[in-house]
Each structure stands twice: as C-alpha cells, then as structure tokens.
C-alpha cells in the first residue's frame, strides 16, 4: 500500500504532468537561471554582457568595467527551506509543501540534487542534498510530519543563516515563508543572495490581508497564540487593519528590494501550476 507521502506525490506528478509537459521540458538551465556555476575568470565588459555578473569591486578598483566569467556544471543543487513555525498553520503549511514538493520533483527529474532545511524556531530538520525519487519522498514524508509547535516568534534571521551554513556551493535556494516573525532578516537574506540563486516564495493567508465582515469573532495572533474578541463589522477596526496591511505589505516590498530579491506572492488558494510557471518565467527573465 502506498505511503502518504508517496500518494502525495503521485497525486502531484498526475495533477502536474499534462498541464506542465512541454513547458518545462530540457536541461534545468531553462527552468532556473543561473545556478549551478563556478567563476573562472575576468574580462572587460561587452555590450551583450549580463548586467548582473559586473564585478564592482574590480570595476572600481580598475577604473573601467569587468564581468566574471563563468563554467557551467551539468548537476545542479537546490534548496528548499521552509518555514515551519506556528504562524504557517492549516492552509500556509499545505501550500507550502505542495508547492515544495512540486519543485523538488521539477529539480531532481534532470538528476540534480535537492536538499531541504524545514524551520522552527525550536525544531529544525536538514535533509543534504540527494537525487532520485526517494529524495523527494523523504522531503515529502518530512514536510507531513506535524511541526512542533511553539509561542515563540520565528527567528526568520536565524532560517537564513542556517540555509547560507548548509549550501555549501553555489546553489539554487527557495525559501517559503509568510515573513511573520522576528525583524532583522534582510541583512542575512542580502547575504545569502550574494552567493546563491535565491528564490522567495512568501505565503500568505487571504484572511491576513482583508478581514473577512463575519461580526464579533475571536482573532488569534499567530505566533504567539494570544487571542482577541473583536467586531469585524466595525468599520473604525476594518479601516485601521487595512492600514496596518497596507503598510506591511509596503515594508515587506521595501525590505525584499534592498536584499536584492523579488518574492513571488501566493495564497492558499493559489493554483500550483500557475505558481510554478511564474516562478519559471521569473528565473528566465533575470
């Protein structure tokens, strides 16, 4: 009899496989750009150069621009690191483990490995990286597992630390989080986007970014568990949260910019292949 994560996984690779075939189809290059490579060299920059692999240390030392120069390796390494803490309960936790496990049934199909860091603030779990189907059911079976559950608020600063400790080479890095937590995380993000490809996959509940008018219910804070009993119909409290949603959003944007990367936002009603071909079309873009 089939295991839960590997019904998972069927369930996935049927859902995926018609509407996916043809589009993501070739070497791992055409899916994810830009990882899987090694420096080599330097060289004067060149009208038809990427922009993005400018050496500005050399550049300014120099005077006069220069690129790095890259090899290409045929394997490439992923990581998945998925925030696991209370605040990604119910629907958050699902979205995320569909989407991570699509991705790294995506990876490991061109015999590139897949790694994953699953975050606590108290319960951290590294699967290293590996290929194969078994790979993904591993990840698959961890992610299931019900996460320990504390009320603590997430060391988002610490997930990310930990993912730039355990991707040794340069990788493919896609972090899945709500970024509710601690402050202080766009500093270790900008580093670990410095080395690595990194791809940020906020998720996000439609409840948290407009409060449903459902009259006096009981709100709960989601890291801490404390909970409230408000008047969702009272216009004063629905213009206020919008506010507070708005400018999170805002400063969400904002710190995402100055660490150098562009998240990808989706809900838990989300549809996973149009997930997945964004994220495609982002990677390509760059």
Known sequence: MATPPDRLLRRLEWRLGKRLDGRLQGAYRTVWRGAGID???LRGYLPEDDVRHIDWNVTARLDEPHVRLYTEDREMTAWLVVDRSASMRAGKTRTATELAVSIARIVSRGGNKIGAILYDTTDHRLIPPRGGRDQVLRIAKDLMREPVRSKTTTDLAGMLRLAAASARQRSLVVVMSDFIGDPGWEKPLGMLTHRHEVVVVRVADPAELEL????LIVVEDAETGEQLLVDSSDPLLRSRLAAQVEGRERELAESMRRAGVDAHH????????ATLLGLVRGRRSR
């Open 39 to 41: 420096f080599t060299d």
């Open 212 to 215: 449903p008018d459902l009259g």
């Open 266 to 273: 989706i809900t838990t009603d989300h549809d996973l292949v």
